[in-house]
């Protein structure tokens, strides 16, 4: 079983729908949860981060943390063309160390 | 402008030869990572170092070389032993963990080794 997983799609929502990306992670002890996204080509990027239970927003972006189910979840509203990217999921197990997982790959039509 | 800075973007290599990937930080953070990621995959971590003249191998260590001689800096060097050196590298830095900053990891722009 790996770490982190995700889905690694292409997850496909028309422009203006919420798109629901999910993570699993392994680890019971992990406290800290991160979203990056990722532009073909380009480097990571961090969007989020969540460390409690329940919801985090930030402009279109929100992010749910289930610790008892062991899942995190990122959800974007209004979808746009400019969020077709990959997004991967981050878990902090350690205080020194990131797991990533594969990424799930967004593909926003018009 | 704080940020992160990977030199160069692009690097061609005969196989056989080392390379050195350059990576500079003026975000004044302790620690510093290298990943490798390959087509359709993850980041795996190669090395990672949380003070200067010290770091601890990743999960990919074989084939590769890093110093911490700065808190700036932190060069990798990709040796002929590497078996498989072509993918696209990524230098990431964070600050110490405390209640207000988790791990978080910022990555700079990545260079992309081609090994022929």
Redesign the interface.
Known sequence: QKEVEQNSGPLSVPEGAIASLNCTYSDRVSQSFFWYRQYSGKSPELIMSIYSNGDKEDGRFTAQLNKASQYVSLLIRDSQPSDSATYLCAVNRDTDKLIFGTGTRLQVFP | DGGITQSPKYLFRKEGQNVTLSCEQNLNHD?MYWYRQDP????R?IY?S?IVNDFQK?DIAEGYSVSREKKESFPLTVTSAQKNPTAFY?CASSTF?TSAH?????????TRLTVT
Do not use: C, S, V
């Open positions: 620690a359709g995959q993850g980041l971590l990672y949380q990743g990524l963990y988790r791990g978080e990891q910022y990555f700079g722009p990545g």
